[in-house]
């Protein structure tokens, strides 16, 4: 746990956290003074998409903090109890408009210190009319040899279109 907790209460009682160490080697836990319950912060996950209409790869400008405004692969919190295919499709249909159908696992990102793992699948598009939603400015299909590097948002965003690219067999 290296940024400071934002968790404040108990949300079995109400009672005051305090940080302890539980196992040795474990980080320290948020464990309620009142009722002993343990606060896990467990890491959260991210399904994402990378598919291709006609014209290009499907990026998404966002419209929120942080990097307002820069590119990223469509996708999003995957709930508790759905699998995270599921959450992929759903995410890539909500954000786009496009139905997708799984084609294979790109990659998984994580990173020292951060909560989200990010679960990036690669897909298939199987209908669908391109609109965008809320949380994005635009969405805009990009050829591989026109991706906007320097305005993508996140490393994984590069990371993954760059193994996307990489791995891709000719013709494309
Ligand atoms: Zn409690």
């Known amino acids: 746990m290296n940024k400071k907790s934002i968790y404040k209460f108990c949300p079995v009682c ?17 464990v309620c003074k009142a009722c002993k319950f343990i606060f896990y912060l467990d890491p959260k996950l991210v399904a994402c998409t990378i598919a291709e209409t006609s ?24 709930d508790r109890g759905e699998t995270l295919e599921e959450a992929a499709k759903r995410e890539f249909f909500e954000e786009t408009g496009l139905h997708s159908k799984i084609n294979c696992l790109l990659g998984t990102y994580s990173y020292p210190g951060e909560a989200n793992i990010i679960i990036v699948y690669k897909s298939d598009i199987t209908g669908g009319t391109i609109r ?29 279109l760059k193994k996307y690219i990489d791995l891709a067999i000719p013709p494309f």
Do not use: Y
């Open 14 to 30: 109400r009672g005051d956290f305090i940080k302890k160490q539980l196992i040795q080697n474990e980080p320290e836990r948020l």
């Open 55 to 78: 014209k290009g790869i499907v990026l998404q400008r966002r419209n929120k903090e942080p990097k307002k405004g820069h590119w990223v692969l469509p996708g999003g919190f995957v």
């Open 132 to 160: 965008a939603c809320h949380e994005s400015m635009s969405i805009d299909e990009f050829k591989k040899n026109e991706i906007p590097w320097d305005q993508l948002a996140f490393d994984t965003t590069k990371k993954a």
